[in-house]
C-alpha cells in the first residue's frame, strides 16, 4: 500500500523559511515523478512543484518560482519542499503527491494527508 | 496558462440520482484530463484519468467522457459516499486545477 507521510508543516512569520519532507513507501520511489499540492483555507486545489525521478527536472508554479526548491532523495524514499521568503499567501495544507508514472504530464494517483503551512506575524 | 472551469459551482442532489458535472479548458489539451473526488479534510482521490479511464478501485458508476476543450464526470446512480467536491485537472501543460463543484445532498 502507497504511504505518503508529510511533515515539517507549523507556524512561520512572513519572509521566514521552511522545510516540508514526504516519508514515501509502500512503492518504488525513484520510479515515480512527485509533486506538492497546495490548499488555501476554503479554496481549490493549486499545484506547487513537481519534481521527475532525479532532481535534474523540475517544475514550479509562478507563484513559488525563485523561492521553493523541490528536491528528492531516492536512497531515502524523501520528497523535500524548501519554502523561502514566505508570504501570507502561502498558508495551506500542502499535500504531496505521487505522480502516475515516470514523466510529469501525468495526474497524481496517490496523496498524503497533508501538512499545514500558516504563514502570519 | 491553460484555465479550467467546471460547471456547475455547486449542486443539490439525492441518492440515487444521475448527476453530470462539466469542465471546459481554455485551450485544447487533448485528452490529457482527470477527476478528483475530495471530501472534507482529506486528501483528494484520483478517480478518472486520461479523461475517460477508470482508476484502479474506483466505482463503475464513475465515468468520463470528452476530449479537446470539454470534458464530463458522470455518476450514474449518487451514493451517500459520494457527496464531496469533485475537481478536473488538466496535465497536457503544466498543470492545471478547476475551481471545483460541490455535490450536496438534497
Known amino acids: 500500500e502507497v504511504q505518503l507521510l508529510e511533515s515539517g508543516g507549523g507556524l512561520v512569520q512572513p519572509g521566514g523559511s521552511l522545510r516540508l519532507s514526504c516519508a514515501a513507501s509502500?512503492?518504488?520511489?525513484?520510479?515515480?515523478?512527485m509533486s506538492w499540492v497546495r490548499q488555501a483555507p476554503g479554496k481549490g486545489l493549486e499545484w506547487v512543484s513537481i519534481?521527475?525521478?532525479?532532481?535534474?527536472?523540475?517544475y514550479y508554479a509562478d507563484s513559488v518560482k525563485g523561492r521553493f526548491t523541490i528536491s528528492r532523495d531516492n536512497s531515502k524514499n524523501t520528497l523535500n519542499l524548501e519554502m523561502n521568503s514566505l508570504r501570507a499567501e502561502d498558508t495551506a495544507v500542502y499535500y504531496c503527491?505521487?505522480?502516475?508514472?515516470?514523466?510529469?504530464?501525468?495526474?497524481?494517483?496517490?496523496w498524503g494527508h497533508g501538512t499545514l503551512v500558516a504563514v502570519s506575524s | 496558462d491553460i484555465q479550467m472551469t467546471q460547471s456547475p459551482s455547486s449542486l443539490s442532489a439525492s441518492v440515487g440520482d444521475r448527476v453530470t458535472i462539466t469542465c471546459r479548458a481554455s485551450?485544447?489539451?487533448?485528452?490529457?484530463l482527470a477527476w478528483y473526488l475530495q471530501k472534507p479534510g482529506k486528501a483528494p482521490k484520483l478517480l478518472i484519468y486520461k479523461a475517460s479511464s477508470l482508476e484502479s478501485g474506483v466505482p463503475s458508476r464513475f465515468s468520463g467522457s470528452g476530449s479537446g476543450t470539454e470534458f464530463t464526470l458522470t455518476i450514474t446512480s449518487l451514493q451517500p459516499d459520494d457527496f464531496a467536491t469533485y475537481y478536473c485537472q488538466q496535465y497536457d501543460f503544466y498543470w492545471t486545477f478547476g475551481q471545483g463543484t460541490k455535490v450536496e445532498i438534497k
Open positions: 503527491a505521487k505522480m502516475k508514472g515516470v514523466g510529469a504530464y501525468v495526474p497524481s494517483d496517490s
Open positions: 519534481v521527475i525521478v532525479s532532481d535534474d527536472i523540475t
Open positions: 485551450q485544447s489539451i487533448s485528452n490529457r
Open positions: 509502500g512503492f518504488t520511489f525513484s520510479n515515480y515523478a
